[in-house]
Structures are given as C-alpha cells and as structure tokens.
T-cell receptor, first 116, second 113 residues
Framework: DTGVSQNPRHKITKRGQNVTFRCDPI?????LYWYRQTLGQGPEFLTY????????KSRLLSDRFSAERPKGSFSTLEIQRTEQGDSAMYLC??????????????FGPGTRLTVL | AQTVTQSQPEMSVQEAETVTLSCTYD???????LFWYKQPPSRQMILVIR??????QNATENRFSVNFQKAAKSFSLKISDSQLGDAAMYFC??????????FGAGTRLTVKP
C-alpha cells in the first residue's frame, strides 16, 4: 500500500523542546497539506505545498512552526519551544492538482504530540 | 466567512438500519466540491464520498449516498444497512479556495448491535 505515511506516530516531549514530524505523501501527488486536530474537533488547516513551494500558511501557524518540502516529495513540520497547547494530532494529507481539477485529499495516520 | 456546520454531535443507529447525518455550509462560490470523511477510532481519515456542486445527481458509493441541496447549502450523508464497522466520527468538509479543507466539528456515530 503506497498511501500517505507519517512518522513518528506518537511523540511525547517536555515543554520547551523542539520536535520534528515527517510526512511522505502518495508518490505522484504534487500537493501536500498539514492539519492539526484536537480531541473532539475537526482538523484545522495549517499550511500546504505545491511541489516544493509553500503556498499558504494559516494564522494558526505561529513563528514557532516551520514546514518544509525541500525536493517536492516528503515534508517536515518542526515545532520549536513546544508549549502544552501544541498537544494535538498533526495530520498530513496529499492530493494531485492538475489544472482546475481538484482531486481528493488523502490523509495519513497522523502524529500524536503530547507536551508535558 | 465560509464555514461548515454539523449540528449533530452524536448519532446512534441500530445495525442494519438507516441513518442520516446533516451538514450545512456557507459559500459564495458556484462551482465547488464537498466531501464526507470517516475517522474510525484508529483515527486515520478515510474518504467516504464526494460531490461536485455542478452535478445535479446525488453521489452514491455502495451503502453511502448524499442528499445535496445546493440552494439550501445542505449536504447530508445517508448510510443504509448500517454495519458495526460504520461506527466512527464523520466529518463534512469543503475545500476553501480550492486549497485548505474546511471541516465541520464532526458527528460521532454509534452503531448498536
């Protein structure tokens, strides 16, 4: 199965530490999205890439958050100086955008972050 | 602002029965897509069904179908012959500006044996 994969699946860290998550999208997909989901809520958009270009960032993405997709394949999401409020599930999704045709976003299993 | 509203935080259905989950949305666009996603307890989001707004015919995928009312901005999901494996959180979603997906708060569906 060549679906979206995310690593690690779980991360526990102490407040103030830096963490980095990785997402590997479906191989032919040119778009990659990051979302954050807190318990009992729907996912909230953080940022997305088309190939290696980061095209949009949500206001939720504070300056402690940075995302990269250096070669247009996998992506990393780094959180610096973590806070307890950063505890959430971080979801990655990918899709294929061709012209004006919008393809479906396929989600990975997520990385659950717990900040102590 | 474009929003997605799911007014039913929880729903329950007897196995083999039919249940309908509600969703309303707000948009000024005329051509767009709408999605229903399922998130089982393992928490991987799975696409259930999608609807293209310019298509008048309601989308159907096996036991899952939608009732799309464009004028009313309503997009409900009907699950027929409910199975225990249908138990999950269901999210209605609308792609904002063709980019980020805007999700509703979700409906937790319980299936009773």
């Amino acid at each position: 199965d060549t679906g979206v994969s995310q690593n690690p699946r779980h991360k526990i860290t102490k407040r103030g530490q830096n963490v980095t998550f990785r997402c590997d999208p479906i191989s032919e997909h040119n778009r990659l999205y990051w979302y954050r989901q807190t318990l009992g809520q729907g996912p909230e958009f953080l940022t997305y890439f088309q190939n290696e270009a980061q095209l949009e960032k949500s206001r939720l993405l504070s300056d402690r958050f940075s995302a990269e997709r250096p070669k247009g394949s996998f992506s990393t999401l780094e959180i610096q100086r973590t806070e307890q409020g950063d505890s959430a599930m971080y979801l990655c999704a990918s899709s294929l955008r061709s012209g004006r045709i919008l393809d479906t976003q396929y989600f990975g299993p997520g990385t659950r972050l717990t900040v102590l | 602002a474009q929003t997605v509203t799911q007014s039913q935080p929880e729903m329950s259905v007897q196995e083999a029965e039919t249940v309908t989950l509600s969703c309303t949305y707000d948009t000024s666009e005329s051509d767009y897509y709408l999605f229903w996603y399922k998130q089982p307890p393992s928490r991987q989001m799975i696409l259930v069904i999608r609807q293209e707004a310019y298509k008048q015919q309601n989308a159907t995928e096996n036991r899952f179908s939608v009732n799309f009312q464009k004028a009313a901005k309503s997009f409900s999901l009907k699950i027929s012959d409910s199975q225990l494996g249908d138990a999950a959180m269901y999210f209605c979603a609308y792609p904002l500006r063709d980019n980020d997906m805007r999700f509703g708060a979700g409906t937790r569906l319980t299936v009773k044996p």
